[in-house]
């Protein structure tokens, strides 16, 4: 029977073949969605049980917090913990609320009912996790509103149909607070539909032994990288839109481990992705020769 849900969402998510294939409507198999391996999640505080408490009472969750700081680690990780599928949304300025919520799609025997991740989670008890929802217009944050308070619905208007969400239905997005200018920030009404928890870099012992962990490099080297990336994050604002996250000094970690020169390695994670201003780069560059010179 697996087998057989398997068979057809491979169809479903083939974009050519879904338009072709009679698919069975609504059947997805919520097995795929499980995370079987723990996702490595190091605490740097009391978010593990505030977020079970809030999963207990299945409160719509914002995770705040600067880009390549754990956000998305935590949340793969709490799935895994409390053993509920995550189905997991890239939003995007172009994304309408049918991509989130479902269309009608031509096939040989005519129209077919397509659900879209929101819906499946619903549907399936899954946790869905929007990463990103800002950058999504606004008549398309407006659909989870009736899934985010008491109604916990989903009308799914060209259908004609209401969706009550399965119990173990939970909801979280991730909102990177620097980044919004007032056009794209969340209205009020969305934002306060949502308990919400602040991330951060993790504090340097944590940092480092994240960064040693997870790149394979020596603990010595990762203490030097997150040095560095403490200098650049007090830049943030000075010439710097962003400091140095946890995910490039994961990566400088990686190629150091590899065998790659750490002055090498540091300039094409840490310095070039972050700047184009020569200036910038040359101060980046000194902090990295002051540890690595
Ligand atoms: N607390 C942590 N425990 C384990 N790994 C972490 C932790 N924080 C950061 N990392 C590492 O940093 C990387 C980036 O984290 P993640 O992808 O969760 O960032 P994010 O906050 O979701 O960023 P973005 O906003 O860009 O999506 C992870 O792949 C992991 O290697
Ligand atoms: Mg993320």
Redesign the pocket.
């Known amino acids: 029977m697996a087998n057989m849900l398997q068979e057809q969402f491979k169809h479903r998510s083939n974009e050519e073949e879904r338009v072709t294939m009679s698919v069975t409507e609504n059947v997805v198999d919520a097995e795929q969605y499980l995370i079987k391996d723990e996702p490595?999640?190091?605490?740097?505080g009391k978010e593990l049980a505030l977020y079970e408490s809030a999963y207990d009472v299945r409160m719509p969750m914002m995770i705040k917090?600067?880009?390549?700081?754990?956000?998305?680690?935590?949340v793969e990780h709490m799935a895994w913990k409390l053993g509920k599928p995550l189905i997991t949304v890239a939003c995007n300025e172009d994304m309408t609320a049918s991509d989130l919520v479902g269309r009608f799609l031509l096939d040989k025997d005519g129209t077919k009912w397509q659900d879209g991740p929101l819906t499946t989670a619903a549907r399936m008890g899954a946790i869905c996790y929007l990463?990103?929802i800002v950058e999504a217009r606004q008549d398309t944050t407006v659909v989870i509103h009736p899934l985010t308070d008491h109604r916990r619905s989903l009308p799914l208007d060209k259908k004609g149909e209401l969706i009550q969400a399965h119990p173990d239905f939970q909801l979280v997005i991730?909102y990177?607070p620097g980044y919004q200018s007032l056009m794209k920030d969340l209205k009020q009404s969305t934002k306060q539909r949502f308990g919400a928890m602040d991330?951060d870099y993790?504090e340097e012992k944590?940092e480092i032994n994240?960064v040693a962990?997870?790149s394979g490099v020596d603990p010595v080297i990762a203490e030097k990288l997150v040095h560095i990336a403490h200098r650049a994050r007090n830049l943030k604002g000075h010439g710097l839109d962003e400091g140095i996250?946890?995910?490039l000094l994961?990566y400088a970690g990686q190629l150091i481990a590899k065998g790659v020169p750490p002055l090498d390695a540091c300039s094409m994670t840490m310095v070039t992705p972050l700047t184009d201003d020569p200036d910038m780069r040359d101060t980046l560059n000194a902090a990295v020769e002051t540890f690595f010179g």
Do not use: A, L, Q
């Open positions: 490595y999640y190091e605490p740097v917090g600067p880009t390549g700081c754990g956000k998305s680690r935590f990463d990103e991730s990177n991330f993790p944590i994240i962990k997870e996250s946890t995910r994961v």
